[in-house]
């Protein structure tokens, strides 16, 4: 599955909408939108923000360059992972 279609199914699972899933991650409504497009795609930064809004801890879809990133949700200050 390509990270765009899998990213709306993300957010929309968590039951946010483009606004306020931008909002969270502080990036423009059109940054989000240009990813769940295809458009573009958010730097590895980004992308374990991306993560932890939606409430993965597996892998996220790969990239196009066929790597593969790991977030872990949880865990706060103590750095103990879920």
């Given at each position: 599955?390509?990270?765009?279609?899998?990213?709306?199914?993300?957010?929309?699972?968590a039951g946010l909408s483009q606004s306020q899933a931008a909002a969270r991650l502080g990036?423009?409504?059109?940054?989000?939108?240009?990813?769940?497009?295809?458009?573009r795609e958010?730097?590895?930064?980004?992308?374990?923000?991306?993560?932890?809004?939606v409430g993965m801890v597996s892998r996220v879809?790969?990239?196009a360059s066929g790597g593969r990133h790991r977030a872990q949700h949880g865990g706060g200050a103590t750095g103990r992972g879920n």
């Open positions: 599955m390509k990270f765009s279609t899998e990213l709306v199914r993300l957010r929309k699972a990036v423009p409504v059109r940054t989000l939108q240009k990813w769940e497009q295809g458009e958010p730097t590895e930064f980004v992308m374990g923000n991306v993560c932890q809004l879809p790969a990239r």
